[in-house]
């Protein structure tokens, strides 16, 4: 994560799903995926982003209350540069080894810039007392004021 106060640099690599996981048990965070193989449930002609990139965005520990109430198809279609999958779980292992703290508590983060082999979008939340991140599923025309999306930053 960046030393910018106002955001956070995420250098996604390609790791695979797998070795994301293997990072949440190494630092003894549960990741609740409910027995689905994300390496085999993520799209990867449908991810937003692909390769090695670098994503910035916003410094919150809560996604924005603002990209609440939207459909991931509506922002998709409105060019949004919506965080993918990877992109999310590895900021918050990285929030969760810098502060020992979790994202998203109070609010899910719509993973948008992914989509399930369905077209189901994943959605992250955190629960602090039982140490687990949990990734769950909804449509892409599901929308509520709990189901928000990051955005990165425009490119400079």
């Known amino acids: ?10 250098l996604v690599l390609e790791p695979t799903f797998a070795q994301i996981v293997a990072g949440y048990q190494a630092s003894g965070l549960k ?10 449930a993520i799209d990867p002609k449908k991810e937003l982003r692909k390769g090695v ?5 916003p410094r919150a520990v809560e996604s924005p209350a603002e990209n609440g109430n939207q459909q991931a ?23 969760f080894l ?5 994202l998203d508590i109070k609010r899910w983060t719509q993973c948008q810039g992914s989509r399930h082999r369905d077209g189901d979008v994943p959605g992250v939340d955190s ?23 990051r955005s990165e930053f425009p490119s400079s």
């Open 127 to 149: 629960n602090p007392a039982d140490q687990t991140v949990y990734v769950r599923w909804g449509g892409s025309e599901d929308a509520n004021p709990d189901l928000c999306a």
């Open 31 to 40: 990741l609740e995926t409910y027995g689905v193989n994300l390496d085999d």
């Open 73 to 95: 198809s509506q922002r998709r279609d409105a060019k949004h540069r919506d965080i993918t999958l990877k992109a999310h779980l590895l900021m918050v292992l990285a929030y």
């Open 1 to 10: 994560l960046s030393e910018n106060p106002d955001s956070w640099k995420v």
């Open 53 to 57: 990139y670098l994503a910035e965005f």
């Open 98 to 102: 810098e502060a020992g703290e979790f």
